[in-house]
């Protein structure tokens, strides 16, 4: 550090010396001073470099004082606050605008402290004169403050009120080049004859007043005057009414004609083959909240279709997410209707052909789809319904240990098994894991192409089912 | 040694006492006191090697005059060195609050706005502007839903000069803020306090903050600045008054209820002369008792709507005559426009279709003269309060001109102009029995006249900003006034002193109302919730939540048993008071409905200025239709 010249660094010992003397340390040692200021170089590099991985790894651009923060945590320094603001100060007032203002009456040269002080000290009292304005807006029940509240603010303070402001057109404000933050009010030129010329502005409308019965003994007349308006009360009655299914109203339940078109186009687009409606109308269903009157007639729907479609897979499958929009619909309550559309659902996981050729249609994709769905029933409802895992897994089990049942059948059950969680694979599974292996390997090697190829396929499932369970 | 002991030494100490606590190291501390303060440089170290016997002296000192007073006068010099310390101990306190138990965290959020408020002046007073704005920006955000207003107040302020001038401010430095605490929770705070050394907000509790150490506090309310000590308010509190209304106002006003017993000695005869009833009056006013319907949760009442169209930002105020045969329009034009409904309707409605004109300017100018409403042009500046005396003879206007003006309804013109506020008088309000009125204004005054004196009789003051309603009691003998200070009061005519303070709004009054019965007062504003009061005990009923903007009018029912209120978000709600009141309210009821709602009238994009129940307990409500 003997050089004359040591290096170039970013902060010179004299700023060293500049803080020292703050502290009261009036003589250092040049060669002390730079010493420290290419230490505290380093270490301002080293934070640099921490806040930019901060950075990175928030995938900005810029870095933020929360990044250096982050970084001065990592090395056990306090995080320095109050510095993450865009600007320093919010004025909306800058001294550049009180200097230019006061070149304009020829008073060339002031302080900055003093343009500064000018500043803040108009900017007061310009939010004490809106404070004031905001009193006569509130006053006159308005929403929006006017030229005439401001001018009435004004008043109250013994300043002339400005005239002129109050069209309802805005000014049009010109910046003044070269000069930023400056602005005057443009002043267009009329021509005279135009203005004479010109037709006569509207007189505005004069003010009525109207009377009607906003309400009769509590109740909201249907009339014109009053909006058409479903109060809560009424919303919360309906609710109820479909929670208590013992009690059976004897009225038809009314649907609009918006909602029954509704359900007709929805179903159409599940049964038709365009797959732009489909997609548009499952999107309707999982995101829609005015749908919960239509979940009972949905539900039927699919339970119907379900059970006379039982060989096309292709219905099959759309019917099946027709239920996870639903189920995905935080508007909906679907609960009262589960037991409705689970044995659907089910028939999709184990039943026994659910397509015309079991080796090359998709039916494999679609109980898979279906055991999924069922966890997530499971997992969504299932606290509230307790007994619910336990008798969907007692309808897997018992389809899976039935030798007299089909393959499919076999495969379907042991998909839904280990949709269902580990937990339960380990208690249902495990105990008939050697058995079944025994039953289906000998199986594999079946001259019939159909049979071998099923078999194959429940035993690739249950390896897969297993492999978690050996770690 | 000279310079030491020509500065004020008790100074220096209490300077000093709060580094002590921090270093545990006198002569560093006193050091470094001396060195800030620009009295020493490093002369200051031969200083106390000289002499050994300095430091034990000063230390000595501290340790005698360690009181109160010290740790006060401390924040001072505080301030002045590091603005930091207030970011950094509102920051630790704030942190502290978030993490603390559940169950005392509401206690301490309650306590954490003062502190704030006063952090903020703090800075602002030490000239630590940008500090003060920083400190503003990190940590308002919470309190921007509650004191929305109070920030835009304080923001303004960033000088020590502005400060000396804000009203505001000089109100937050000169009263305490009220803040109640359970024993444990405010022993936890201190605790926390003490134990991180945070002095700084120590002092400012000392000095700014009135906290009442209470056993069970169920809920906290913010307490908004009154202006009065704790203790001056207690004995406020003490004055007696008496709510009941004498049995011959009673006869005209109120339904006697046979159940209802008399338990309040009726030994207060009006204390304020009253003027005779005429007969014609009485006879109506016993015409209408007789029709008055009964309302209670099953049958709630019907509901009129005088819809104003064209004039939405012109019009500042509707008023609507107890029988709700004239309505009266304020605008902003310094004109009132009375519309009169027991002329005949149809002729009212079809009038300027006898007119055939010869061009379009003559018709708008018939019509402007026939619309079925008289136009009383008399003020000079834009017209705010309104109010028709019980015979609907006359009507009272007060106007941003400083006057209020008497029409008669008869001629429609000016009879008498009051003068005597010189700002803008936003609200005034005849008494029940006519003959009296009282004015709300600008100037921070509510005023009591007679019609028959253009001078006040009573000025009524207190109020630490506008004034902005006032409501006459039933039995004439006492006043009540909303505030933009979130306080209500209560006056008594004959005195003109203030015998209760309601406080608990979370922003300005703009309505208050005295249940016909006397007893209770209903609050309401721009905080969107209505407060029911019990006027004797001045203490809070019930709180109710509900409207989404701001509620311009409430008004019970003349049997006291419905409340209804008229909001900014067009809607009237209908609250069942009387179980409010009663206090046998379920606490657990989970229902979607607020508490105490009993139904919600919906208008058409038409905020609502106005409710009043007429005599027969209709209710009637103006609004302006806006598109």
């Known amino acids: 550090y003997s050089f004359k010249d040591p290096m170039s660094s970013a902060i010179g010992g004299n700023t060293i010396k500049n803080i020292a003397e703050t502290v009261d340390l009036g003589n250092i040692d040049p060669s002390v001073s730079d010493l420290l200021a290419s230490d505290i170089e380093y270490r301002l590099r080293e934070i640099t470099q921490e806040a930019l991985k901060f950075m990175k790894q928030g995938k900005r651009n810029t870095l933020t004082c929360e990044d250096v923060n982050n970084a001065l945590q990592l090395s056990n320094v306090e995080a320095l606050y109050g510095y993450s603001f865009k600007d320093p100060m919010s004025s909306a007032i800058g001294g550049n605008t009180i200097k230019n203002i006061a070149e304009t009456v020829d008073l060339g040269n002031i302080d900055p402290s003093v343009s500064d002080l000018l500043a803040s000290d108009i900017e007061y009292r310009l939010r004490e004169i809106t404070q004031e304005a905001l009193k006569f807006m509130k006053q006159g029940k308005r929403n929006t403050l006017t030229c005439e509240d401001v001018n009435n603010a004004l008043q109250l303070s013994n300043v002339e009120a400005l005239y002129g402001y109050s069209f309802k057109d805005p000014m049009s404000f010109a910046r003044v080049t070269n000069q930023k933050g400056v602005y005057y009010v443009e002043d267009e030129v009329l021509s005279f004859s135009d203005i004479i010329d010109s037709p006569l502005p509207k007189c505005p409308r004069q003010t009525s007043m109207q009377l009607h019965w906003l309400a009769i003994n509590g109740k909201q007349p249907a009339i014109p005057q009053n909006p058409i308006i479903q109060t809560p009360k009424e919303v919360k009655n309906i609710v109820k009414e479909e929670k208590k299914p013992t009690i059976r109203p004897k009225l038809k339940h009314v649907l609009s004609n918006q909602l029954q078109t509704y359900y007709q186009k929805v179903t159409a687009a599940v049964r038709g083959n365009n797959d732009d409606l489909y997609d548009a109308a499952l999107y309707s269903l999982s995101t829609d909240q005015a749908i919960h009157q239509l979940v009972p007639y949905f539900c039927r729907f699919i339970a119907r279709e379900v059970s006379q479609n039982l060989r096309n897979v292709v219905l099959l499958n759309r019917l099946i997410r027709m239920v996870n929009g639903l189920i995905m619909n935080q508007y909906v309550k679907i609960d009262p209707y589960l037991h409705q559309i689970i044995p659907s659902i089910l028939t999709c996981i184990v039943g026994k052909s659910l397509c015309e050729d079991p080796v090359f249609d998709p039916h494999w994709n679609l109980r898979e789809e279906a055991s999924d769905l069922v966890a997530i029933i499971c997992k969504k409802f299932g606290k509230k319904y307790p007994d619910l895992k336990p008798r969907i897994t007692k309808t897997f089990v018992n389809a899976l240990l039935d030798p007299n049942k089909p393959l499919t059948t076999h495969f379907g059950a042991i998909k839904g098994i280990s949709a269902l969680g580990t937990q339960t694979v380990k208690l249902v599974i495990l105990p008939n894991v050697s058995s079944y292996a025994e039953f289906i390997i000998p199986q594999m090697e079946h001259e019939d192409r159909e049979i071998k190829y099923c078999a194959t396929k429940c035993y690739e499932a249950l390896l897969v089912l297993c492999i978690p369970l050996s770690f | ?627």
Not at chain 2, 180 to 198: A, G, H, I
Not at chain 2, 507 to 528: C, E, H, M, N, Q
Request: with cysteine; charged share 25%; hydrophobic share 35%.
């Open chain 2, 1 to 627: 040694r000279t310079i030491i002991e020509n500065i004020s030494l008790t100074w220096i100490f209490k300077g000093l006492s709060l580094l002590t606590m921090e270093t545990e190291n006198v002569s560093e501390s006193v050091l470094k006191y001396l060195n800030d303060k620009g009295y020493l440089g490093n002369k200051a170290k031969d200083l106390f090697a000289d002499d050994p016997t300095l430091l034990d002296k000063i230390q000595q000192a501290i340790q005698k005059g360690e009181d109160i007073t010290t740790t006060n006068s401390l924040q001072f010099y505080n301030a002045e060195f590091a603005p930091d310390r207030y970011l950094t101990s509102y920051d630790a306190l704030h942190r502290w609050v978030e993490g603390a138990l559940d169950k005392y965290r509401f206690e301490f959020l309650s306590i954490l706005y003062p502190i704030f408020v006063h952090c903020y002046l703090g800075l602002v007073s030490s000239e630590n502007s940008i500090s003060a704005d920083k400190f503003m920006k990190l940590y308002s955000e919470e309190f921007e839903e509650r004191h929305g207003n109070d920030l835009i107040s304080l923001k303004s302020v960033f000088t020590a000069e502005h400060m000396k001038e804000n009203n505001f401010v000089t109100t937050l430095k000169e009263n305490k803020f009220l803040v109640t605490m359970s024993p444990y929770s405010w022993d936890l705070l201190l605790y926390f306090l003490q134990e991180n050394r945070y002095m700084l907000i120590l002092g400012i509790i000392n000095r700014y903050i009135h906290v009442e150490v209470k056993e069970n506090v169920k809920e906290v309310h913010f307490q908004p600045i009154t202006g009065e000590t704790q203790s001056t308010l207690e004995n406020i509190h003490r004055y007696p008054i008496s709510t009941a209304i004498s049995p011959s106002m009673r006869k005209y006003f109120l339904k006697i209820n046979p159940d209802d017993d008399q338990m309040e000695i009726e030994r207060n005869d009006s204390k304020v002369p009253l003027p005779e009833i005429d007969d014609r009056v009485k006879e109506i006013l016993e015409d209408d008792l007789s029709k008055q319907i009964n309302l209670n949760e099953d049958s709630l009442p019907s509901a009129c709507l005088y819809t104003f169209f064209n004039s939405s930002e012109e019009l500042n105020n509707i008023n609507i005559s107890n029988d709700g045969a004239l309505a009266a329009g304020s605008f902003s034009d310094s004109s009132i426009k009375v519309w009169d409904l027991r002329k005949d309707h149809n002729n009212w409605k079809n009038y300027n279709d006898n007119y055939i004109e010869s061009d379009d300017r003559d018709r708008q100018y018939r019509t402007y003269s026939n619309e079925g409403f008289s136009e009383l042009i008399g003020h000079s500046g834009p017209v705010y309060g309104l109010s028709f005396s019980l015979n609907n003879r006359h009507l009272l206007s007060s106007s941003q001109d400083g006057t209020v003006r008497l029409w008669d309804m008869a001629t429609k013109s000016n009879v008498v102009c009051y003068m005597g506020h010189n700002y803008p008088v936003w609200d005034v309000q005849f008494s029940p029995l006519d003959f009296y009125f009282a004015t709300a204004s600008h100037d921070k005054t509510t005023r009591i006249w007679s019609t028959n004196n253009t001078s006040p009789l009573r000025i009524l003051v207190g109020h630490l900003s506008d004034v902005n309603c006032v409501n006459w009691h039933p039995n004439c003998n006492y006043v009540v006034s909303g505030s933009s200070d979130r306080c209500a009061r209560f006056w008594d005519v004959t005195t003109g002193n203030c015998c209760r303070v309601y406080s608990g709004h979370f922003d300005s009054i703009r309505t208050v109302k005295i249940s016909p019965d006397g007893k209770y007062l209903a609050s309401a504003g721009d905080d969107k919730s209505i407060i029911l009061w019990d006027i004797n005990s001045a203490q809070r009923i019930a709180t109710l939540n509900g409207h989404t903007k701001s509620i311009w009018s409430i008004d019970f029912s003349k049997d006291s048993n419905i409340l209804a209120s008229g909001s900014d978000d067009g809607t009237i709600r209908l609250w069942d008071s009387r179980m409010l009141l009663s206090s046998v309210a379920d606490e657990d009821d989970e229902s979607i409905k607020p508490r105490g709602l009993l139904s919600t009238l919906v208008t058409k994009n038409t905020p609502v200025y106005t409710v009043n129940f007429t005599r027969r307990n209709l209710l009637t409500a103006g609004g302006t239709f806006s598109d």
